[in-house]
C-alpha cells in the first residue's frame, strides 16, 4: 500500500542506476573537497550542483520519444559539425589546444557532445539502412564520411583523446551494426601500418613526446614523465587501506597535477586505497551492465544500437582514463566521469545516460514519451 503514497514520476525512475551513480558523485566530491585543502570550493560544490542538474535533463531526455531521436538525429550531427568549424574559426584557446566557444552565458566544448552525436547518427542511419546491405559499399562509405569530419575536425583542434573517443564509439557501432569482420581485421592491419608514419608525420611534438614517454616515463621524471610518475606514486602508496581522508600527500603538496581533474582517481586511491578503487570499479560495473541490459532488451535495431553505443561511450571514458593513471595508455586529457571535476564531460556522459533511460522507457511503454 506504501506505494500508492509514492509519485508515479518518481517510482518510474531507473533507481538502479540512478542512486549508485549519486554516491558515486558523492564520492567524487568528497576527494575533491579533500584536493582542495578541506574546502567545497572551487571544486565539490559545484561537482555535485553540477550533476542534480545534468540528473534534471537526463530525465528530461528519458521522456523523449524514439521518433523525436530518429528526427532529430542528421539535424544535431550537422549543428555540431557547424560548432566544430566554429570552433576552427573563433575558439578560444587554452592549454595550447583550440576547443571551446564562448557563448556569453557559458563556454561550449563541441567536440564533447560530438560523442553522443556521432552515435545517434550512426544508429540512425543503419536503422535506415536494409540489413542486407551491410555487407557492402552502402554501409561503409557514408558511415566513414559521418565519422571522417567530426573527427578530423578535433583532430586539428588538436584534440587526440577527443578524437580517439568519437572514432571508438563510430567503430564499435559499425562493429554491432554487422559490418563484415574483415573490414576490422583489415583496418586493424592497415593502422599498424600506418601507425609508425601518423607518430612521424601526423602528430604534434607534444603527442609524440606522450606516447614516447609512456613507453618509458623514468625517462624525463621531472619533465615529460612528471604526470605518470607522480600518478603512479600516489596510487602506490595508498596501498589496501589508504592514508586516511585528508592525508593525501601526493595531491595536498601538489605534487600530483590536475588532482581533480585527468588524475582524480590517483588523488581518491592515495587517501582511500584499494577499497576506495574497488567501490568505484564496482559502481562503474553496475552502471555499464544496466547500459547493456538495457540494450539487449531494447524493441529495435535503432534503440540496440544506440544505448549500445552510448554505454561504449561512457566504457571508453572510464577505461582510458585508469589505464592513464596507471601508466597503461598515454596522457590523453581525458577525465574520469562523475569523480572527475568538469562540466563538458558531466554533461556528455548524462546526456548518454539520459538516452539509455530513454530506450529503456521505449522497451516498457513501446516507444512514446512526451515529444
Known amino acids: 500500500m506504501h506505494r500508492a503514497y509514492i509519485p508515479q514520476t518518481i517510482r518510474r525512475q531507473p533507481w538502479a542506476v540512478i542512486l549508485p551513480l549519486l554516491a558515486l558523485v558523492l564520492f567524487g566530491g568528497t576527494v575533491l573537497y579533500s584536493a582542495a585543502g578541506g574546502r567545497f570550493q572551487p571544486w565539490a560544490t559545484t561537482h555535485v550542483a553540477r550533476f542534480l542538474v ?23 550531427y550537422i549543428v555540431l559539425c557547424v560548432l566544430l568549424v566554429l570552433v576552427e574559426l573563433i575558439g578560444g584557446i587554452g592549454g595550447g589546444s583550440q576547443r571551446w566557444l564562448n557563448l556569453g552565458f557559458m563556454t561550449l566544448q563541441p567536440s564533447e557532445l560530438m560523442k553522443p552525436g556521432i552515435v545517434l547518427v550512426l544508429a540512425w542511419f543503419y536503422s535506415v539502412l536494409p540489413v542486407g546491405e551491410t555487407q557492402g559499399w552502402r554501409a561503409i562509405v557514408p558511415a566513414a564520411i559521418l565519422l571522417g569530419i567530426p573527427a578530423g575536425l578535433v583532430m586539428l583542434q588538436p584534440d587526440l583523446g577527443t578524437g580517439l573517443a568519437i572514432s571508438f564509439g563510430a567503430v564499435v557501432l559499425m562493429f554491432l551494426a554487422g559490418l563484415p569482420l574483415r573490414l576490422f581485421i583489415g583496418g586493424a592491419l592497415a593502422g599498424a601500418i600506418a601507425a609508425p608514419l601518423a607518430f612521424f608525420t601526423l602528430l604534434h611534438d607534444y603527442q609524440r613526446k606522450r606516447v614516447l614517454v609512456f613507453m618509458d616515463p623514468e625517462s624525463d621524471p621531472l619533465g615529460s614523465g612528471y604526470h605518470i610518475t607522480q600518478s603512479k606514486i600516489a596510487i602506490g602508496s595508498g596501498g589496501f587501506f589508504g592514508k586516511g581522508f585528508g592525508h593525501g600527500s601526493q595531491s595536498h603538496l601538489d605534487y600530483l597535477p590536475e588532482a581533480h581533474t585527468d588524475f582524480v582517481f590517483a588523488t581518491m586511491a592515495e587517501e582511500w586505497g584499494m577499497l576506495g578503487g574497488l567501490f568505484v570499479l564496482i559502481v562503474f560495473a553496475v552502471v555499464l551492465r544496466w547500459g547493456l541490459k538495457v540494450a539487449m ?75
Open 54 to 76: 545534468f540528473l534534471v535533463m537526463a530525465m528530461m531526455i528519458g521522456r523523449v520519444s524514439q521518433e523525436w531521436f530518429r528526427r532529430a538525429a542528421l539535424p544535431i
Open 297 to 371: 532488451n531494447a524493441p529495435d535495431r535503432f534503440s540496440r544500437l544506440l544505448a549500445a553505443g552510448m554505454v561504449t561511450t561512457i566504457f571508453f571514458y572510464v577505461c582510458i582514463n585508469l589505464m592513464m593513471v596507471m601508466g597503461l595508455a598515454p596522457v590523453v586529457g581525458i577525465p574520469l566521469p562523475f569523480m572527475s571535476h568538469g562540466g563538458s564531460s558531466m554533461m556528455t556522459n548524462m546526456i548518454c545516460i539520459g538516452t539509455i533511460m530513454a530506450v529503456d522507457r521505449w522497451s516498457k511503454r513501446g516507444g512514446t514519451g512526451l515529444l
